[in-house]
C-alpha cells in the first residue's frame, strides 16, 4: 500500500367498418408487430450488501405478434364473414321489398283483389318480415363484434403504454445497477491505494486516486465492462519486475500516490449485452 509524507504535493486530475379497424391497426403498429393485420377487400381490415436486480428482456415484435395475433384474427375473420352476411341479407331484404310494392302495384292496377295475387302478398310480405328479422340479428351481431375489437384495440393501447413504462424502469435499472458499481470501483480503488497515512495524506491520496480513476475515458472502459458481461474492473499494485497483464493499464506514473498501481480492464472487443440481469451494488449509507 502506499505511504506518503506530510509535504506530499497532490496535483488535481480533471367505413364504420374500415374507421373501426384502421385505428387498431395503427395501435398493433406502434406495439413493433409488424404487419399483425392487413386490409380487408371491401369492408374490413384483417388482419456491500449485494442485491440482485432482474431486468426483464423486452418482448421482440415476433413475440408480440405470437401472443396478439390469435385474439385479433378471431375477431377480424368473425366480423368479416359478418359484414358478408349482413351485405347478402341487405340485398335479399331490398329484393323482397320490391316484390311486395310490386304486387300492391298490380293489385291496385287491377283494382283487384283476386284470391291468388292477395295470397301471393302475403306471403311476400312474411318473407319480407323474415329476411328483415334475419337482417337485423345479423346487423345486431356485427355491431358487437365491432365493440369486441374497439376494446381489444383499448387493451392493446394499454400493453403499449405498459410495455413502454416497463421499458423505461428497465433502463432505469440498468444505469442505476452501473452507478452504483461505477462508485463502488472508485472507493475499492480509494481503499486500495491509500492505506497508511495521516487523515490529511489520506484525503489528498484519495483525491488523487478518484481524479485519475474517475476519468470519462475510464468510465466509457468501465461501462463496456458491465454492459458486456466481463468481470468488473480492479485495481492492483503491480509487484517489481512483474509485467503488466493483458488489458492492465496503470493509474498514473507520475503521482506518486498512484505509481506502481494499474487497473486491470477486461477485453474491449466483446460486444455488450442487449439483456440480463444486472448484480446493483448497495452502497453504505
Known sequence: MADFDDDDDYVP??????????????????????????????????????????????????????VCAP?????????EKAQTKVSKLQTEVDSRDSRV???????????SSGRNLVKELEQAKADLADAQEQLRIAEGEKERL???????????????????????KTEVAK?????????????????EVCEKGNRK???????????????????????HCVRSGQAVPSVFELEKKATLPDFGEMIDE??????????????PTLPELEDGALEVERLPG
Open 175 to 191: 444505469e442505476d445497477a452501473l452507478t452504483n458499481k461505477w462508485y463502488r470501483f472508485l472507493n475499492d480503488g480509494q481503499l
Open 201 to 223: 495524506k489520506l484525503g489528498r491520496c484519495r483525491e488523487t486516486v478518484e481524479a485519475s480513476l474517475g476519468a470519462a475515458s475510464r468510465r466509457d472502459r468501465f461501462t
Open 101 to 111: 310494392k310490386e304486387l300492391e302495384d298490380e293489385i291496385k292496377r287491377r283494382n
Open 254 to 267: 507520475e503521482q506518486k500516490q498512484t505509481k506502481g498501481w494499474y487497473v486491470l480492464w477486461c477485453d
Open 146 to 168: 365491432i365493440v369486441e375489437l374497439t376494446e381489444t384495440k383499448e387493451e392493446l393501447a394499454d400493453t403499449k403504454v405498459e410495455l413502454e413504462d416497463q421499458k423505461e
Open 71 to 79: 385474439q385479433v384474427n378471431e375477431t377480424v375473420n368473425e366480423l
Open 13 to 66: 486530475g480533471g367505413t364504420p367498418i374500415v374507421a373501426m379497424v384502421l385505428p387498431f391497426a395503427t395501435a398493433i403498429a406502434a406495439l413493433a408487430l409488424g404487419a399483425v393485420l392487413g386490409i380487408m377487400i371491401g369492408w374490413v381490415v384483417k388482419p456491500a450488501e449485494k442485491i440482485e436486480v432482474s431486468v426483464p428482456r423486452d418482448l421482440t415484435a415476433a413475440e408480440l405478434a405470437q
